[in-house]
């Protein structure tokens, strides 16, 4: 048993509703495991160095403007998590306590930057951003001299109202000058991203993502495909369901890092204990249940979230179990209170 996240949010949201100017803020704090992965180079990434450690998950300024269109335009610069995607950091938006493949190997986890969505029409949003790279800040905390950024459009609406559709791409520098010497600087790395919506009826909702990235200076490159399906049962019991195939072209992409440090010190560039795998295509299937009752007593979210997950190479490698089997399974379950 561990302890995932503990997180305190402090924020004054912008009201979707209102078309005048409008400005908020969140301040999100998490300490647990999972801030091991979520750092921001020189901002927190030597704060602690134990199992549990401690990050400013989401520190940002929120604006709206009435320009250009009814719907007028979102911006918020700071601190801000990866836009890409369809799982988040949020255990409470997501049906599983695991992550896809996807989402762990081929989404970027947290920037400092800025990000603009323009309500161009109704159910049509276009998204740009700029940020100086994905989990680095400036000076030391940046492995490389250059920003990234995103830029995308999503399509919502459509099919009555049943289907949404976003597009988001990403390009800039992620690699470490301490690997690549100055090519570092321009050496791309390209994100690419779709993620399709469509809610069958009021009771079954079904989900797909699309996902290709290239690394120019690693000369490594994935494609995967992900499928979600979600049923509830009752008003307090959801059954889930993903499916995924991963394709790691070069086996330098899924990386494993025993050391709880050791994520992070990648990202300097610096030689570190890892585990991986030779160029393997990955399946994976989860099934799980979200039981979600309504407490009180000041209790506002309490979920249960027991899984089965199977994991198999396609291409017979074996990377599982310190590269001794072709296949693993995992059983596990969370909780999540909040107040």
Do not use: C
């Not at 986890?109 to 276009?126: I, N, Q, Y």
């Not at 700029?130 to 030391?140: H, W």
């Amino acid at each position: 048993m561990q302890l995932n996240q503990v997180t305190f949010t402090v924020q004054k949201p912008i009201d979707p509703a209102d078309e005048s100017y409008q400005i908020g803020f969140v301040v999100e704090g998490l300490y647990g495991s999972d801030a091991r992965y979520y750092h921001l180079m020189g901002v927190d990434d030597r704060m602690l160095t134990g199992r549990y450690q401690l990050i400013p998950a989401q520190a940002h300024v929120d604006v709206h403007l009435p320009w250009f269109s009814r719907g007028g335009l979102d911006a918020k610069a700071g601190i801000l998590l990866g836009a890409m995607g369809v799982e988040t950091l949020d255990p409470t938006t997501r049906p599983f306590y695991t992550l896809s493949y996807t989402s762990e190997y081929s989404s970027p986890f947290e920037h400092l930057g800025a990000l603009f969505t323009w309500h161009a029409r109704p159910g049509v949003d276009v998204t740009v951003g700029v940020d100086t790279g994905n989990q680095t800040t400036f000076g030391r905390g940046d492995p490389n001299d250059e920003a990234a950024g995103y830029f995308g459009v999503t399509l919502g609406g459509l099919a009555g109202g049943k289907l949404t559709i976003t597009q988001l791409s990403r390009i800039g520098p992620e690699d470490a000058i301490r690997s690549l010497g100055k090519s570092a600087n321009g050496s791309m790395r390209y994100w690419n991203d779709i993620d399709v919506a469509y809610a069958l009826n009021d009771r079954v909702s079904l989900t797909g993502e699309v996902n290709y990235v290239h690394d120019e200076g690693l000369r490594a490159d994935a494609e995967s495909v992900v499928g979600f399906a979600a049923f509830q049962v009752t008003p307090v019991l959801t059954f889930n369901a993903r499916a995924e195939v991963y394709r790691d072209n070069t086996g330098l992409l899924v990386t494993s890092f025993p050391g709880d440090t050791g994520y992070m010190q990648s990202f300097r560039g610096g030689a570190v204990p890892s585990l991986a795998a030779p160029a393997t295509t990955y399946g994976a299937l989860t099934l799980g249940v979200t039981y979600k009752p309504a407490i009180g007593h000041g209790i506002h979210v309490f979920q249960i979230r027991p899984e089965i997950r199977f994991d198999r190479s396609l291409n017979g490698t074996t990377p599982f179990n310190d590269n001794r089997t072709q296949s693993m399974f995992t059983f596990g379950a969370d909780a999540t209170m909040g107040f």
